[in-house]
């Protein structure tokens, strides 16, 4: 019998439901879930603003939800490298990806490796980038426009 793994990266910043409905959802279509943490780095070229929470601090914080099986961080601009590293058979991503370019690309590359793209509900009210702008805007210095650093005080 054949083990079905799955795969789901994030940043997984601020953890918060959205992810916890993606993880779990996840788990309920595979045997063995790995969850890919992306790696700061990767998280500031994609969304050009580092994670608030660093990549240890958030592998340690996935790898103890209770849905998955393993997490890893993810280091692979190119989600194929990844694969080819992990060998997963599902790969699972919010549906803000699904019908653009990007979501395209991505089922279509993976079609052909035999790996199937499954998408869950995108969570709209709550998302990382929401709360890190409540965030910003909480620790924003009245009168400069700037903000101060978390966690100093």
Known sequence: MTIKIGYAAGAYDLFHIGHLNL???ARGQCDYLIAGVVDDDLVELAKGKRPVIPLAER???VASIRFV???RPEVHPDKMN???EVG???FFKGDDWK???QGMTLERRFGD???EVVYFPYSLQTSSSLLRRALDAL???PGTGRTSSFGTG
């Open 82 to 84: 990844t694969w080819r």
């Open 99 to 101: 019908g653009t370019p």
């Open 23 to 25: 993880l779990k959802h």
């Open 139 to 141: 620790t924003e210095q």
């Open 113 to 115: 490796v035999g790996v």
């Open 69 to 71: 099986d393993e997490a």
């Open 59 to 61: 592998l340690e914080i």
């Open 88 to 90: 997963f058979h599902v």
